[in-house]
């Protein structure tokens, strides 16, 4: 059964920073590009940060270079979102996923991010 589970959302103050996690397991983890999107209310799903199933690199969206790090551990099958200097416009649903093929996709149910005084 394929499984991906974030955590390490909540409530923060601008400025703070915050590190999301997402466990994987019911497939061959090390072969999938793994993605971390988000959602606000009201608006569409964005891809927030990828990094590669080989070699490890990472590509981020511009709203978040330079203050996001993605990266993974494929014996743990883990995959990682470090996120600094948040701003209220982060606030959003985060949600990890798998890719491969677009028949071997996988969404995790996401987990809470609000940055907020």
């Known amino acids: 059964q394929v499984q991906l589970v974030e955590s390490g959302g909540g409530l923060v103050q601008p400025g703070g920073s915050l590190r999301l996690s997402c466990a994987a397991s019911g497939f061959f983890f090390s072969m999938y590009t793994m993605n971390w999107y988000r959602q606000a209310p009201g608006k569409e799903r964005e891809l927030v940060a990828t990094?590669?199933?080989?070699?490890?690199?990472?590509n981020y969206a511009d709203s978040v270079k330079a203050r996001f790090t993605i990266s993974r551990d494929n014996v743990r099958k883990m995959v990682y979102l470090q996120m600094n200097s948040l701003e209220p416009e982060d606030t959003a649903v985060y949600y990890c996923?798998?890719?491969?093929?677009?028949?071997?996709?996988?969404w995790g149910q996401g987990t809470q991010v609000t940055v907020s005084s």
């Open positions: 996923s798998a890719f491969r093929t677009e028949t071997s996709r996988y």
């Open positions: 990094i590669a199933s080989v070699g490890g690199s990472t």
